[in-house]
């Protein structure tokens, strides 16, 4: 197995900001990769591995210090539907941790480079746009038995850290924490918001509490959401958690559903990141259409520079 950082994850965090990676997705779509599949860039752990190991390179190229996994949408449940048993799951849940692993050997041999191991929602498996709603009509009890063995299969392939990620939901926020619970990982965990609440309409500061005085999350704050919501929400987490703060947003474009294509400009610019790290943000980076040069343009801003 390719070898961990010297550093633990928390430790790192301790010491000063980190560097995320941007969005999977647009650089798979980037290096011609089709993910048109309910399984989006899951699919890729079965049908082309090498396609996920290259675009973690690109992002520790660019300077990233934490590479999410490509396990955002993949579930026992979904893989099943593409006829595959619960052990070829299971091994291609863990492979997308050591493909990050890989990457990150390869690109930056001898320096640490974290691995995030992706637990993304219950909608993201449904795939049909849930995530940003979430109020699935499954109870607190459902939501962790559906969220469980993937989380135990993840942390057999020890990754860093797990980032419950995207989610939009108190209460799956809730499942999600006791599903974690004794894993021996620490865990981050990012809301996609937008306005000042969760998808699902909560206060973003009662979500971030929900954090508060829970050793194993290491850091909270929101991901898939525009940069303007992120500014608000950033020292909104600081205060609420009293944690350190981890941020993500998109592009600022956005996705027409009818037309199936980006619209508007871009508004996530690196002079932003001065203002989420003074209100608490240590764990900085992007999501969907934020690539490389973005990601690159971002750690040159906090000091820390291309891999």
């Not at 790290?277 to 990601?295: F, K, M, N, T, Y």
Request: hydrophobic fraction near 45%.
């Amino acid at each position: 197995m390719t070898p961990a950082p010297t550093v633990p994850f928390a430790g790192a965090l301790a010491r000063g900001p980190l560097v995320l990676d941007g969005g999977l997705s647009n650089q798979l779509a980037a290096q011609g990769c089709d993910l048109s599949d309910a399984l989006w860039s899951a699919r890729l752990l079965a049908d082309d591995p090498g396609q996920i190991e290259q675009a973690h390179a690109a992002y520790v190229r660019a300077g990233a210090q934490v590479l999410i996994t490509s396990s955002y949408q993949a579930t026992f449940e979904g893989f099943a539907r593409r006829g595959l048993g619960r052990e070829q799951a299971a091994e291609l849940l863990r492979r997308s941790v050591g493909l990050a692993r890989s990457a990150a050997e390869k690109e930056a041999p001898g320096k640490d480079v974290w691995v995030a191991a992706s637990v993304g929602p219950y909608g993201a498996f449904l795939a049909d746009g849930s995530e940003y709603r979430g109020r699935y009509g499954l109870s607190a009890a459902e939501l962790e038995r559906f969220h469980r063995p993937r989380i135990e299969t993840l942390v057999e392939a020890e990754p860093d850290v797990l980032a419950l990620e995207t989610v939009p939901d108190v209460a799956e926020a809730e499942a999600l924490l006791r599903a974690v619970e004794g894993c021996g990982v620490p865990v981050w965990l990012s809301y996609s918001a937008a306005g000042g609440h969760t998808r699902a309409g909560q206060p973003l500061r009662e979500a971030f509490a929900l954090a508060a005085g829970n050793d194993q999350v290491v850091a909270v704050g929101v991901n898939c959401c525009t940069p303007a919501d992120a500014d608000a929400a950033v020292r909104t987490a600081a205060e609420a958690a009293r944690k350190p703060v981890v941020v993500y947003p998109n592009s600022g474009e956005e996705w027409d559903a009818a037309a199936r294509s980006w619209t508007g400009e871009p508004t996530f610019t690196p002079d932003r990141v001065t203002a989420w790290r003074e209100a608490g943000a240590r764990l900085v980076g992007g999501c969907c259409r934020v690539g490389p040069d973005d990601i690159a343009a971002l750690s040159r801003a906090l000091g820390a520079g291309p891999a």
